[in-house]
């Protein structure tokens, strides 16, 4: 069951190509919430630039995160999509957040030590305080629901404690976030099941969704499958395909077939691939349509864009307002 009249709040890093993984774990568990809750969903370029980045592909890369949004079918009649660094109360709230947050609690969060290692020769304080303004994002909407997956609940953990120690110092304000957990699988990368689907393993481990139906056949048919028979639930080249499958397929009496095929390890991987193939190339089609539709239309993304950010900042304003009063701030 999906939540109802929840406000809801979930940010997106404009990093490039989307892939299925970020499809089917993010955007298309948000568009499903934006229809019975009041949905904030931001493309989050703040938290983008604590990793070193290229200044000149920062613009396209927002501007394609915004497309793929609305393409996956983010609307803006339902939602407020809008991009962070355009509403100033985000980095406002988390100086202020700054002041009440344990030094300690920051240092032992698994994401910022995975970044230290990845990129030790540019540790900064952002990436020190990424989560402070990732509860920022959160709080200034009040949201009561923080879709995302599992990496990112430490961070959501954090913003709940801030919440409380907020409430504690300078009286109730803030409630406590949730994480919400779509009852999504791992989609995992095509040559090396062991890892999950993500950009930074390589282009041939991911389906991007601008994937054109020839490199999808050719990825799809170079996919890992299952050594020595599989058939089980545990991950395996020939599970994470099959998984893939029964996201996607809306004809329950063949995935239920197919899965009877796989625990038997009879499953015929030269027919299964090609209609996984086919498959995959119908769910996208039409976001690759919308996609290109709104990329002939900026200025309609660009209003789409302004007016989420006008809608945001209502709120953002309002929040930033009552925090600063309850702190003893003018
Ligand atoms: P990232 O770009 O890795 O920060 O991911 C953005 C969103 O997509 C997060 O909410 C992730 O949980 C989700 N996501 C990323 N990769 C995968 C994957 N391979 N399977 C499922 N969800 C994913
Ligand atoms: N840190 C999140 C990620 O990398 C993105 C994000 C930023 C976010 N602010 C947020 C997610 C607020 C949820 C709520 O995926």
């Known amino acids: 069951m999906l939540p109802q009249g929840k406000i809801i709040f979930s940010g997106i890093q404009p990093s490039g190509d989307i892939h299925l993984g970020n ?59 809008f991009i962070q660094s355009q509403v100033p109360e985000h980095t406002e709230l988390a100086w ?28 900064n304080a952002g990436l020190l305080n990424y989560p402070i303004l990732m509860a920022a994002d959160i709080l200034l909407y009040h949201a009561e629901l923080v879709p995302v997956g599992e990496d990112q609940a430490q961070h959501v953990e954090l913003t709940r404690l801030l919440s409380r120690k907020f409430n504690s110092l300078f009286g109730e304000y803030f409630h406590e976030p949730k994480v919400y957990e779509a009852s999504v699988p791992r989609v995992m990368s095509l040559l090396d099941p062991s890892k999950k689907m993500s950009k930074s393993l390589g282009p041939n481990h991911c389906l991007n969704l601008s994937d054109s139906p020839e490199i999808i056949k050719k990825k799809i048919a170079k996919a890992v499958t299952d050594e020595g028979g599989g058939g089980g639930n545990e991950i ?21 077939k197919l899965e009877q095929d796989y625990r038997a390890g009879e499953l015929k991987y030269s027919e299964f691939k ?3 193939a086919e498959t995959i190339i119908k769910v996208l089609e039409p976001i690759q349509t919308r996609r290109a539709e709104l990329t002939a239309k900026p200025q309609k993304v660009n209003k789409i864009l302004m007016s989420g950010r006008d809608r945001a900042r209502l709120i953002a304003q309002k929040t930033l307002q009552d925090v600063k009063a309850k702190m003893g701030l003018a």
């Open 23 to 81: 499809y089917l774990g993010a955007l298309q568990n948000w568009t499903l919430l934006q229809n019975d809750n009041q949905c904030f969903f931001s493309i989050v370029d703040y938290h983008a630039i604590t990793i070193p980045y290229e200044v000149a592909e920062m613009p396209k890369k927002v501007q394609g995160a915004a497309l793929d949004a609305l393409a996956a079918g983010l609307d803006p009649e339902k939602c407020v999509l």
């Open 274 to 276: 090609p209609l996984l």
């Open 236 to 256: 395996s080249g020939g599970r994470n395909l099959l998984n893939l499958f029964k996201m996607l397929s809306t004809d329950k009496p063949l995935k239920q």
């Open 96 to 123: 202020l957040l700054n002041t009440i947050t344990p030094l300690g609690e920051l240092e032992r969060m698994t994401q910022y030590k995975d970044k230290t290692q990845q990129h030790a020769a540019a540790i």
